[in-house]
């Protein structure tokens, strides 16, 4: 099994900045995908971003230019650097680990984007 914990989440102001991370324990395979994705009242759950093992990252279109996912394989993190965010931004972000074995959440951290 795989526990995954979030932190960062919170309330921000538009444009400003906030960055999440990840935490990954239990059985972690050295390849695997990790991402964020968050969902908004009454709205799908969507993918924000993913990042594989070797470094090769995908981005939602509406985030694309302001958000940055990276990850520490040394410490089984992933984290995602939020900058200009906007009030439609706001949701819960959470963590995804995808492996040989098996497809692993986070239990999601609040993101709040409001004056």
């Known amino acids: 099994q795989v526990q995954l914990v979030e932190s960062g989440g919170g309330l921000v102001q538009p444009g400003g900045s906030l960055r999440l991370s990840c935490a990954a324990s239990?059985?972690?395979?050295?390849?695997?995908?990790m991402g964020w994705y968050r969902q908004a009242p009454g709205k799908r759950r969507e993918l924000v971003a993913a990042i594989v093992s070797g470094g090769d990252t995908a981005y939602a279109d509406s985030v694309k230019g302001r958000f940055t996912i990276s990850r520490e394989n040394a410490k089984n993190t992933v984290y995602l650097q939020m900058n200009s965010l906007k009030p439609e931004d706001t949701a819960v972000y959470y963590c995804?680990?995808?492996?040989?074995?098996?497809?692993?959440w986070g239990q999601g951290t609040q993101v709040t984007v409001s004056s």
């Open positions: 995804r680990l995808v492996a040989v074995h098996g497809d692993f």
């Open positions: 239990g059985s972690i395979f050295s390849f695997n995908t």
